[in-house]
T-cell receptor, first 113, second 116 residues
Framework: GNSVTQMEGPVTLSEEAFLTINCTYT??????LFWYVQYPGEGLQLLLK?????DKGSNKGFEATYRKETTSFHLEKGSVQVSDSAVYFC????????????FGGGTRVLVKP | GAVVSQHPSRVICKSGTSVKIECRSL??????MFWYRQFPKQSLMLMAT?????????EQGVEKDKFLINHASLTLSTLTVTSAHPEDSSFYIC????????????FGSGTRLTVV
């Protein structure tokens, strides 16, 4: 079956530091890949997505590239802000699996001023 | 953009009572709705998939009689937690896909259920 593995947190950074959250996946078909962000007490918001190999998703300074050869979709941001403190979820959807989203375990990121 | 409105955002209920959570798609037709449960500091666990006009599909280990899902129309899906117990306390989130190619999903804002 499909699965997503992402690095465990929490990740604690200082403001303006570089952030990387690793994500790797296993899928039977050709998945779309997503990063979602969840702020305290809220639902999930789509941060970025990539629908095919070598696509790069980007939003709000975050980037992730769909790497089929390494089955990875690592999230990066060059300079984090306190407002980036949240939980980040890597996920995939696979049409062969009815387009259900499969989530990674989530990575909590805390940015200190 | 597409919006899924989820209500209530928070609910506290007594053990043994039932609680209904609603998810409405506001500006699109949601033929499918995914229902997730999230325990504190954990990831989202898919509970079931509801489809308008047909029975919901439950994931393995999810009690159908406890978590009743109804997809009454193209814009409304409901989850009813029946005879709630403290172990049902959790964060419940719904999500609707846009289109059939898995390219986009809109999430509700979640419901924090506390059973006392």
């Amino acid at each position: 079956g499909n699965s997503v593995t992402q690095m465990e947190g929490p990740v604690t950074l200082s403001e303006e530091a570089f952030l990387t959250i690793n994500c790797t996946y296993t899928a039977t078909g050709y998945p779309s890949l997503f990063w979602y962000v969840q702020y305290p007490g809220e639902g999930l918001q789509l941060l970025l997505k990539a629908t095919k190999a070598d696509d790069k998703g980007s939003n709000k300074g975050f980037e992730a590239t769909y790497r089929k050869e390494t089955t990875s979709f690592h999230l990066e941001k060059g300079s984090v802000q306190v407002s980036d403190s949240a939980v980040y979820f890597c996920a995939l959807s696979d049409r062969a699996a009815g387009n259900k989203l499969t989530f990674g375990g989530g990575t909590r990121v805390l940015v200190k001023p | 953009g597409a919006v899924v409105s989820q209500h209530p955002s928070r609910v506290i209920c007594k053990s043994g009572t039932s609680v209904k959570i609603e998810c409405r798609s506001l500006d699109f037709q949601a033929t499918t709705m995914f229902w997730y449960r999230q325990f504190p500091k954990q990831s989202l666990m898919l509970m079931a998939t509801s489809n308008e006009g047909s029975k919901a599909t439950y994931e393995q280990g999810v009690e159908k009689d406890k978590f009743l899902i109804n997809h009454a129309s193209l814009t409304l899906s409901t989850l009813t937690v029946t005879s709630a117990h403290p172990e049902d306390s959790s964060f419940y989130i719904c999500s609707a896909p846009q289109g059939d190619r898995g390219y986009g999903y809109t999430f509700g804002s979640g419901t924090r259920l506390t059973v006392v």
